[in-house]
């Protein structure tokens, strides 16, 4: 698959360490030019769309386009479009997860994933949350890895508005093709 969009801002809610940000960054090489990443320093699940107020933030530069916040992923999306990225960088693009647990039903209201994906609509930028289910507390990623891209190209090739954004929720499962 050719690179096709040039920009890309990534976070999530389980924080910078965790396993589904480091599958969403390879996912994502292989469709943008450009990708950034800042995420919580630790775990904000269930943040839903909190801002952190009333404490000073740190953030810290872990590599080139790579940073973790001390705050929620709304404060990372925020931070991240306004003022971590320049304006004639900013990215086209948000990508949020890949959450260990789907959000489904009432968990939209609390999920700090779909949280960062809604700021990102909300600030005019194309947007996607992605979970997966978890069986016995293990992951299958070979869906996500197979399917995830697919989705996310043809997502993002449709003309529709930056004001929506999509939340995807993927089965654990192996696929056999």
């Keep these: 698959m050719s690179k096709i969009f040039n920009s890309v801002l990534i976070t999530n809610d389980d924080g910078y360490n965790a396993k589904g940000i480091k599958i969403l960054k390879q996912i994502s090489s292989n469709l943008f030019d450009k990708i950034w990443i800042l995420a919580?320093?630790?775990n904000q699940s269930g943040k839903s769309h909190s801002i952190t107020i009333n404490k000073n933030l740190t953030?810290?530069?872990v590599k080139y386009r790579e940073y973790f916040l001390s705050g929620t992923p709304v404060d990372c999306v925020i931070l991240g479009l306004n003022k971590i990225i320049s304006t004639k960088e900013?990215?086209?693009y948000l990508l949020s997860g890949i959450n260990i647990g789907v959000n489904l039903g009432l968990d939209l209201l609390y999920s700090g994933t779909v949280a960062a994906a809604r700021e990102a609509s909300m600030n005019g930028v194309k947007a996607i949350a992605l979970s997966v289910d978890k069986k016995n507390n293990k992951v299958n990623w070979s869906a996500i890895n197979y399917y995830a891209p697919k989705i996310i190209k043809s997502l993002y090739k449709k003309k529709i508005s930056s004001d929506f954004f999509f939340n995807i929720n993927f089965p654990s499962l192996s696929v056999n093709l």
């Design 40 to 42: 919580p320093k630790t």
């Design 59 to 61: 953030i810290k530069k």
């Design 90 to 92: 900013r990215p086209n």
